[in-house]
Every structure is written in C-alpha cells, then in structure tokens.
C-alpha cells in the first residue's frame, strides 16, 4: 500500500478547486437564471403548500423583466385559491404588473364580492391593484361608484381611493362629500362634548356637597 501523499493531495485539491470555480463562473454568466427563474416559481405556485404558493405569487410579482402575459396568466386562476395568503399575494402581484386591464380587472373585482373571510385582506389588496391600472382601468370606475355608495363592505375610503387613481374627475365630488360629512361629524362630536362639559359643570353647580363643618353638625344633631 502506498503511503500517504499530502503533498499530492493538496495540488489535487487545489486543481478541483479552480475547476468548479471556473464552472461555476461559467454558470453565472451563461445559464439564463431569469427564465428558470419564473417556470421555478410557477411551478411552486400551482403545487407548492399554501405558504409556499403564496411566496411564488408575491416574487412572481416582483420580476421586473419578465413576459408580462406569462406572469398574469400563472396569477390569475389563484385569485380563486382556497388559501388566503395565496389570494392576497396574487391580488398585490396583479397590482404590481398591472398589465391587461380586460383580463385582470373584472377577476379582481370579482374577487372582492365573492370574499366571505371577515379577516380578509383580499378586497383591499385587490382596490388596491386596480388603482395601480390608473386610467387604463376607468371603464370600471361606475362599479367602484356603486360600492362607495353602497358601502357594502364598511370599506368605502378604498375603493375611493382606487377611484382617484383610474378616473380623478368622477372622484372629486365623492371626496368632497367624504370632506364634508368628516367635517360634519367632528363638528357634532365637537357639540356633544360641549354639552356633556355643559351638563356637569351645572351639576356640579346645583349639587354642591356638604362643607366638613355642616357635615359635623348633622352628624351631632343625629
């Protein structure tokens, strides 16, 4: 058996070292990372544990230069996902994209009537991705309209503030009244201080307790 050479086997390390370094180097520069990048994530958004899926949709998100069309078309079926995380992820992604307004639109605002989870975060998110379309999504201002009048969901200041973003001019009379019914109310709650403050101080006039001398003097009498 031949005895142990170190000397040998440093120089052997030393070669494999720079061999993977260069492959690795090699990789960097050559494999196209960005394109393995979103089918990676795709793929962990349509069979990833919900946690997991709801992280692809909020990077599939963030991918600055990938095809649009590719990432909206992943995206879209989880707005229906049984996942809440997923949903809310896919609603703020949408609005990160914000490209399409025909495909991606109407789902969103179907997606905020068919929320039944009281702790939901899903309708706001998706107001919010569509005031991120800005006037490429004003053919939908008269639904957000109807909401804000109805205010079905006790959440009328955001899709009035969608409506700002996409069609400013319809907006303006409804911040207006928002304005002067806030106004309104700070002025009533203003009045009923007042009156409560009023109320005690003659209260405190017409009912004044018993001084420590007259209290003494019932008490003896007694």
Same mark, same amino acid.
């Given at each position: 058996?031949?005895?142990?050479?170190?000397?040998?086997?440093?120089?052997?390390?030393?070669?494999?070292?720079?061999?993977?370094?260069?492959?690795?180097?090699?990789?960097?520069?050559?494999?196209?990372w960005q394109r393995l990048k979103v089918p990676a994530l795709i793929?962990?958004?349509?069979?990833?544990?919900?946690?997991?899926?709801?992280?692809?949709?909020?990077?599939?998100?963030?991918?600055?230069?990938?095809?649009?069309?590719?990432?909206?078309?992943?995206?879209?079926?989880?707005?229906?996902?049984?996942?809440?995380?997923?949903?809310?992820?896919?609603?703020?992604?949408?609005?990160?994209?914000?490209?399409?307004?025909?495909?991606?639109? +109407?789902? %969103?605002?179907?997606? #905020?009537?068919?929320?039944?989870?009281?702790?939901? =975060?899903? /309708?706001?998110? !998706? $107001?919010?991705?569509?005031?991120?379309?800005?006037?490429?999504?004003?053919?939908?201002? +008269?639904? %957000?309209?109807?909401? #804000?009048?109805?205010?079905?969901?006790?959440?009328? =200041?955001? /899709?009035?503030? !969608? $409506?700002?973003?996409?069609?400013?001019?319809?907006?303006?009379?409804?911040?207006?009244?928002?304005?002067?019914?806030?106004?309104?109310?700070?002025?009533?709650?203003?009045?009923?201080?007042?009156?409560?403050?009023?109320r005690r101080a003659l209260f405190l006039r017409t009912n004044v307790p018993?001084?420590?001398?007259?209290?003494?003097?019932?008490?003896?009498?007694?």
């Amino acid at each position: 058996m031949k005895p142990f050479n170190s000397k040998f086997s440093r120089r052997a390390i030393w070669r494999f070292s720079l061999v993977a370094l260069f492959i690795s180097t090699l990789l960097i520069f050559a494999v196209p990372w960005q394109r393995l990048k979103v089918p990676a994530l795709i793929l962990c958004l349509n069979h990833g544990t919900g946690y997991t899926r709801g992280l692809a949709a909020m990077h599939l998100g963030r991918i600055d230069d990938g095809d649009p069309k590719v990432l909206v078309t992943a995206l879209l079926p989880h707005l229906k996902d049984k996942n809440l995380y997923v949903r809310e992820m896919t609603a703020i992604s949408l609005g990160h994209i914000h490209q399409y307004p025909e495909q991606v639109v +109407p789902p %969103l605002l179907a997606c #905020i009537d068919a929320e039944t989870n009281p702790a939901s =975060l899903v /309708p706001n998110y !998706a $107001l919010g991705a569509i005031g991120q379309f800005r006037t490429n999504a004003r053919p939908w201002s +008269p639904i %957000l309209v109807g909401m #804000i009048e109805s205010n079905r969901f006790h959440y009328w =200041l955001n /899709p009035l503030g !969608a $409506l700002k973003s996409i069609d400013p001019e319809t907006a303006k009379p409804l911040i207006e009244k928002r304005d002067a019914d806030y106004s309104n109310g700070v002025k009533q709650a203003q009045a009923h201080f007042d009156e409560v403050a009023r109320r005690r101080a003659l209260f405190l006039r017409t009912n004044v307790p018993p001084t420590n001398s007259a209290a003494a003097t019932n008490a003896t009498h007694s």
